[in-house]
């Protein structure tokens, strides 16, 4: 079983701070997946990484994945209150049909 | 284009009642999913669905039935609700053109309480 776990599980910060969020596993996944979910609705997808070492980059957003592809992490810059909510990642592979979600790293950024 | 729709929003069962969870996608993708979302808790996969007629059991499938008739329905059913399934419930499915799960598209959910 593919086991994904999301470090802090609780997050609050001011308004312009800077923040990680890590995500690790001991397991390879072949793709890894940031979500976001706000109060009562759905995730939505952020970003897909696949490759091992890759940097991707949404605005303020800085998505890694490890070299090993068995973590990953997220870094925003300069938070803002619309950053607030509740931050997934999840990882593709050993099945092709199915997703490994972590518990999630709840964000509250306040002004 | 609406993507994923759910329906009921919310629904309050009583201990021993049935109910049906609906889903429907207008994607077009063979792939559809069902997740519960408890407390402080991640997604959790309830069962799968890799086209029509073909469905398989995630990681939480006891109490929970589904079919798969069409492309773009994926019901989910309760036969017997227990206060151990109250949660919030997620349907998901791929956008149109994208042959894996990478991507998945979540419904608003469906909140369900059992008392």
């Known amino acids: 079983t593919q086991l994904l776990e999301q470090s802090p599980q609780f997050l609050s910060i001011q308004e312009g701070e800077n923040l990680t969020v890590y995500c690790n596993s001991s397991?390879?996944?072949?793709?890894l997946q940031w979500y976001r979910q706000e109060p009562g609705e759905g995730p939505v997808l952020l970003v897909t990484?696949?490759?091992?070492?890759e940097v991707k980059k949404l605005k303020r957003l800085t998505f890694q994945f490890g070299d090993a592809r068995k973590d990953s992490s997220l870094h925003i810059t300069a938070a803002q209150p619309g950053d607030t909510g509740l931050y997934l990642c999840a990882g593709s592979g050993g099945s092709n049909y199915k997703l490994t979600f972590g518990k999630g790293t709840l964000l509250t950024v306040n002004p | 284009n609406a993507g994923v729709t759910q329906t009921p929003k919310f629904r309050i069962l009583k201990i021993g009642q049935s109910m049906t969870l609906q889903c429907t996608q207008d994607?077009?993708?063979?792939?559809m999913y069902w997740y519960r979302q408890d407390p402080g808790m991640g997604l959790k996969l309830i069962y799968y669905s890799v086209g029509a007629g073909i469905t398989d059991k995630g990681e939480v499938p006891n109490g929970y039935n589904v079919s798969r008739s069409t492309t773009e329905d994926f019901p989910l059913r309760l036969e017997l609700a227990a206060p151990s399934q109250t949660s919030v419930y997620f349907c998901a499915s791929p956008p149109a053109g994208l042959g894996g799960v990478e991507t998945q598209y979540f419904g608003p959910g469906t909140r369900l309480l059992v008392l």
């Open positions: 990484v696949v490759t091992g070492g």
């Open positions: 397991s390879v996944f072949s793709s």
């Open positions: 994607m077009n993708h063979n792939y």
